[in-house]
């Protein structure tokens, strides 16, 4: 693992966010069809247990919205659904998604600085992260400040984290790469790319994320946060700072514990038993079955982790 400032993870991710908020998530499957239906169910059972009350949703992250075009739909006009990221770029994408839903709860869009979350104690409902933990520099004192805020009785929602145990399985683990490089053997090359030994050559996607790794460049050393340039591969590492090794439910789970409180994890899924090539390729029959029986031999070994705690 890459090690850096906090500071400088935070800013790297929020110019990066800045710079792509348009196009991120909007077109790909994983998004806008492999993901809802895994949200949707926990969120039927979430709201099945949880009093009807005058709620407040925080969601950490938040990105395009995805969230809350899932939970909103489960909440009243008393509720309210809160909207947090670092990215100026990425809220006015959120606001632009959601505004025109004719959701019933209030919609509220808030930017922070990516430290200390800016809430009174006990004062949050439900809190949610998707696709969000991985990017965090210290992750640890940040699950303590979801604590600190979260009301009890009150969920702390994790979605579309890697999980560590993927990588531990070495029957799935050993599958997938053979996989990969049977359905992208062109993937090498890409590797390469990332590392500065091969050029991009004509690709207009490559070009494009070479001149946002310019900008961020640019940035990082203007500010002093660098002394010098980073290439795309160590960009995204940082990027993705904690994508590389996963989580384990478990270890999260000693976090928001270790002051006291009392947190149990109440829903966990595990999914994408063969990662990548199960979210690209899932409508061939082959990999589609092979993911499923995969998923029913180890139910807690796969790719990605959806998990809610409950503070009590």
Known sequence: MIEYSDKLVIRTNELYFNLVGEDYGDSTDEILILEPPKWKAMAKKL????????????????????VATVLCPHLTGKDEFICLDVSSKMLDQCKLNLDSRGFNCK???KQYDGMLLPFENESVDIITLNSVLHHIFNHDVFLKEAVRILKKDGYLI???????????NKIIWTLYRILYLLFHPLSVKDVLRRHGFVKNGNNSISEKYDKVTDKINDVLLSEGLISERLSGFKINKIIEYHSINGFDVNEINKYLNTGGDNFQPMYFKTYNHLYWIFMEHYRNPLIFGLDKILGYLFPKDGKTMLVAFRKS
Do not use: Q
């Not at 994790?158 to 531990?168: M, V």
């Open 107 to 109: 919609l509220v869009y």
């Open 47 to 66: 709201f099945t247990i949880m009093p009807v009350k005058n709620r407040i949703v925080l969601d950490i992250g938040s990105g395009n919205g995805f």
């Open 158 to 168: 994790i979605g579309h984290e890697a999980n560590s145990k993927f990588y531990k």
